[in-house]
């Protein structure tokens, strides 16, 4: 069955250091990937996404995020962190000539000053 | 602003009454998407229409049932309504019905009291 796991269910960062959040799938083959993020209260907006080709994918806001075939692993990265990037981060999975996403059970980024 | 909708924003209902959640996909798409968020189930796929057909089922009790309508908007129908039903329901869209990405609306919080 496909899964998505996000380890870390909290993080807390310093404004300006950088973070990592890590997601790991479990698929036949290889999904098609993305990141979403949650602020309080709003709906989903979608940071970033893997199709296929280049490993690593830009997104929007200066997020980052690099699939690793061997490592089932799509892990979103952000060079230094801004206080407004405090919300809920979701990776999820989807099939790549089918439909549904599957999520991840999120991850809360709180950043501290 | 996704350019998907959602109404209501909010609502607060009774255990065993029946209630309907609106969506309008972005301009152009054929895709509608459910997913329901709660504490305990995460975000999870309801059902996928596609052009005013049923493509797609997750986890959809029998008592919730969607239809899409020839101007692409689409319905959410709960009924016999649970405590348990409390959570947020969002509905996305998407171009066509496979392996695109999907947008967000901005949720309709359902209270079962």
């Known amino acids: 069955a496909q899964s998505v796991t996000q380890p870390d269910i909290h993080i807390t960062v310093s404004e300006g250091a950088s973070l990592e959040l890590r997601c790991n799938y479990s698929?036949?083959?290889?999904?098609?990937l993305f990141w979403y993020v949650q602020s309080p209260g709003q709906g989903l907006q979608l940071l970033l996404k893997?199709?296929?080709?280049?490993?690593l994918v830009q997104g929007i806001k200066g997020f980052e995020a690099e699939f690793k075939r061997s490592q089932s692993s799509f892990n979103l990265r952000k060079p230094s962190v801004h206080w407004s990037d405090a919300a809920e981060y979701f990776c999820?999975?989807?099939?790549?000539?089918?439909?549904?996403?599957?999520f991840g059970a999120g991850t809360i980024l709180r950043v501290k000053s | 602003d996704s350019g998907v909708t959602q109404t209501p924003k909010h609502l607060i209902t009774a255990t065993g009454q029946r209630v309907t959640l609106r969506c309008s996909p972005r301009?152009?798409?054929?895709?509608v998407y459910w997913y329901q968020q709660s504490l305990d189930q995460g975000l999870q796929f309801l059902i996928q229409?596609?052009?005013?057909?049923?493509?797609a089922k997750g986890n959809i009790l029998e008592r919730f049932s969607a239809q899409q309508f020839p101007d692409l908007h689409s319905e959410l129908n709960l009924s016999s309504l649970e405590l348990g039903d409390s959570a947020l329901y969002f509905c996305?869209?998407?171009?066509?019905?496979?392996?695109?990405?999907?947008?967000f609306g901005p949720g309709t919080r359902l209270t079962v009291l």
């Open positions: 996305a869209s998407s171009a066509s019905g496979t392996g695109n990405e999907q947008f």
């Open positions: 698929y036949g083959a290889t999904p098609y």
């Open positions: 893997y199709f296929s080709g280049d490993t």
């Open positions: 999820a999975v989807g099939p790549p000539y089918g439909n549904k996403l599957v």
């Open positions: 301009s152009g798409d054929l895709s």
């Open positions: 229409y596609y052009n005013g057909e049923e493509r």
